[in-house]
């Protein structure tokens, strides 16, 4: 970065530092001497076991002492190395090939505690890879220890004693190891490559993928079995206290930091023992801790850092030199960062801006801005385009255990990106992960490229600044209708026991539930005379209701309020809205009941959060599905009051069958696994589209930087490999190999990119650029290509626009052909197709979206906001083929679908989009 040399550190300010490259070190013989997993001469016994490798081994031995016998210990080989060292050392290798039976006399030195903290240090330094050899102070270069050494890195046969260690050892040969040149001259990979199917090798589960087959219990874990449903308790930990702990007081950190922290008095425990790292340090940080631990502030202590990187010495800043990227996964928690941040920096003069959703910014806007906040799709287009983001020197990504998520592919490519980038200009870029508490930290640590003894850290459940106890409610009534029906009365109950005693949250997953479960609580209740237990009748609280009742817009909450009761969502006024959440925040409204909304963009806690029912309506997937890890726990993060409450109660009432998915998610239990495959082929073309990968080879590289990887490594069988893979492999590079082969291939089938079975060469086409930039599958691609005709008019230019691979899911239910047959009248391009058609009813819901027509189902709406959304970039996809193809008349009609869609996004209401 051409600002290097200027960058200031922030603790003595002023002074000039050196930025280094990120984890790396000279890889001298005495850095050897200093790691710990070393075999001691005295004991290596290796003795050759069949006649084979006692022939390989004296061999061996001849040719060493023939080089090396008489030498003295301090040798230096000096460059260039004459050419017949080389063909020994090929000798050397072949020999060290031959010999198998090594490895039954390594023992490591340490137990197994310590060893493995040390390989952690150790994988992020070490340039070769391989257990190390103490050639001892002093003494002479064993022959034994030459053996040993190169035996370990060449011939990669080690027992390894766990899991673990095969992940850092792993992480660590990736670094050296590549797919070597010399298989490339004779045709890409030796040996003929596996076509894998990347489809079946993806989680069908997508991200409620539990590979953990049983849940251990929390302690105090109690449970209660009923008619119809068990109800499972995790009692509440205590906050942990400890009296020795220093606090960082905001008074004590630098001046010229404190401007951003106005209003607070000191940092937090968990904030405190990330401080030193996070603001004078430049390692690399994955944070894992509870919600609310107060993460964001961690993540400006490495803003700031930045920031006084460029401090000057007239106490102004240089703004023009660096850039912050703050990733994060719900547009409405970019646009509470954004606010955040802009108000906490504004003493700085820095910029800060939005990149979500609808919204897009100009190159003289990112220009401008020291601070994108953006979600890791924006995130993903922007760095498709263009890898000219050579200013960014920090990047942060929220909630990373997003990874585990459908989502998740775009994470790892974007960070994969950032590592690749790093590697190509040499220039550092901090990556920053904000995670909630997750069993597999280490690996989501590595893929981070985090030093696990720097730069990780990890809190247990037990700095949530209010504990939370835990219920889980799973009914086991099948008949939907009953377990409706009990799952309301569950709610009463629940509702009840708070009754007058603290205020009860309870989500529900669509805006028509919000007030039909209300208005079904305040009926259960009148009807068994609970009702004026929620409000007293002398509460001053009735008279504060009465007062707002007047100004309340919805028909529902007017009738609500009276009791103590509320709604919110998107549909209500914002007046309305505002006017809920200052009773519900003052303490007036006794029971909320919300969409997920106001979970991601309301700052209010109850003492008691009910999620009632765990399913909500997916259009992408065409059906009800689960709700998102990451919902449940953005949702669950509102129980319990700070500074009120000892602690907090969360109560997810779900079906028997997921409550040990929701245990596990909740306890640390849920290991954060790979989706990357199911988007390799597209994200692969992506990157061949951006010229970062232009053969196999580097594919196979950048393969090596995904977060799949490191979970492939450690638990190999869940992502199909053989159990022993490792033993033979330890990088897995046969099976990246097979991986690359397989998604370039189906690239070249569908003509997106040329791939060159031969040399491994990549070339990158017009379609394979089109689907690129536009992010769109290669499977939409395929289907524009093969039906559009130069004549086709605008009936079927829809047609073959609700044929997209993005649309595959969306279905036809038997109750929304009615609906559908009413806006078959209003639509203004016919549709020839009946409705019994999928492709029917995308083309409806395109239309009605363009329109704004309102529709009565949720489920049709979901599905039409989707369509709409989608429609843009595939549009413009479209419209983009055409051209290339210079269908001058077809490419007019595009573009004004094109301009219909524009107009619809710059004017639409329809926000329901949270992302
Ligand atoms: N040192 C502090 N002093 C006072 N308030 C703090 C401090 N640190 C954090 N907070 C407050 O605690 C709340 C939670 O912080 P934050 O949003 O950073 O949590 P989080 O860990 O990011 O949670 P989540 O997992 O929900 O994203 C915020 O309202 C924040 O202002
Ligand atoms: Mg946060």
Redesign the pocket.
Known sequence: MANLGEKIDPKSSGDRIAKGRPLERDDTVSDRQSKRHCIRDDDVVYQPKTKETRDAYEAMIGLIQQHLGGLPLNIKLLKPIPEEMNQVFDQLVSFGKLITDFGVAVEFEEDEEESDSDIAQDEELQETGGIQVDAGEGTSLNVQDIDAYWLQRETVIEREENLLKSLYEAARRLKDITVADTDFKSGWFKGQRQMLDLESLAFDQGGFLMANETCVLPPGFYRSRCEGYDELNVPWVSKKVDINEKLVKIGEMPAWAQPAFKG?R???SV?SKVYETALFKEDNILLC?P???????VAMLTILQQIGFNKKGDGTYNHGNYKIVYVTPMKALVTEVVSNLSYRLKDYGVTVKELSGDQSLSGKEIEEAQIIVTTPEKWDIITRKSSDTQLVSLVIIDEIHLLHDNRGPVLESIVARTLRQIETTKENIRLVGLS?TLPNYEDVALFLRVDLKKGLFKFDRSYRPVPLSQQYIGISVQEPLQKFQMMNDLCYKKVLAGAGKHQVLIFVHSRKETAKTAKLIVETAMANDTVSRFLKEDSASREVLQSQIELIKNGDLKKLLPYGFAIHHAGLTRGDREIVEALFGEGHVQVLVSTETLAWSV?LHAHTVIIKGTEVYNPEKGGWMELTPLDVMQML?HAGRPQYDQYGEGIIITSYSKVQFYLSLMNEQLPIESQFILKLADQLNAEIALGTVQNAREACHWLGYTYLYYRMVRNPTLYGLAPDVLAKDVVLEGRRADLIHSAATILDKNNLVKYDRKSGCFQVTDLGRIASYNCVSHGTIVTYNELLKPTMGDIDLYHLLSLSEEFKYVTVGPDEKMELAKLLDRVTVPIKETLEEPSAKINVLLQAYISHLKLESLSLTSDMVFIGQNAGRLVRALYEIVLKRGWVQLAEKALKMIIGTLFLVLSTSISSDLI
Do not use: E
């Open positions: 607070m000191q940092l937090n904030q801790a919600t609310d631990a107060g993460k964001t502030n909630a700052n993060g």
